[in-house]
Nanobody, 132 residues
């Protein structure tokens, strides 16, 4: 199995910055793509950013382009989400996700890397609160 643990959430003022970390453990060689999602109270879960571990291709929601950066460190088995110029509307629970097939190393390109349905491994989330 693959386990994901997110850290780095907190409370910041508008315009501030935070960096989230997602540490993967277990059979990490199964992982094809990793992503960050967020969900505010009463709202649907939204894809924020995704990255293919092997090739490094990245995808971002329009709402965060130019402000957020996703990276992946294979040696540390960690995905990061660097967030800057934070806005109150960025307030949400942030979740790390990964896709993979047990026993398969690598994988294929996803149809939609920012869709929740593409992922089968999830962390428990870390809260980000941005005040105005």
């Amino acid at each position: 199995q693959v386990q994901l643990v997110e850290t780095g959430g907190g409370s910041v003022q508008g315009g501030g910055s935070l960096t989230l970390s997602c540490v993967a453990s277990g059979f990490t060689s199964w992982v094809n793509c990793m992503a960050w999602f967020r969900q505010a109270p009463g709202k649907e879960r939204e894809g924020v950013a995704a990255i293919y571990a092997g090739g490094g291709s990245t995808y971002y929601a329009d709402s965060v382009k130019g402000r957020f950066t996703i990276t992946h460190d294979n040696a540390k088995k960690t995905a990061y989400l660097q967030m800057r110029s934070l806005k109150p509307e960025d307030t949400a629970m942030y979740y790390c996700a990964a896709d993979g097939v047990p026993g398969r190393v690598g994988g294929e390109r996803l149809n939609d890397p920012l869709s929740t349905g593409e992922y089968n491994f999830w962390g428990q989330g870390t809260q980000v609160t941005v005040s105005s």
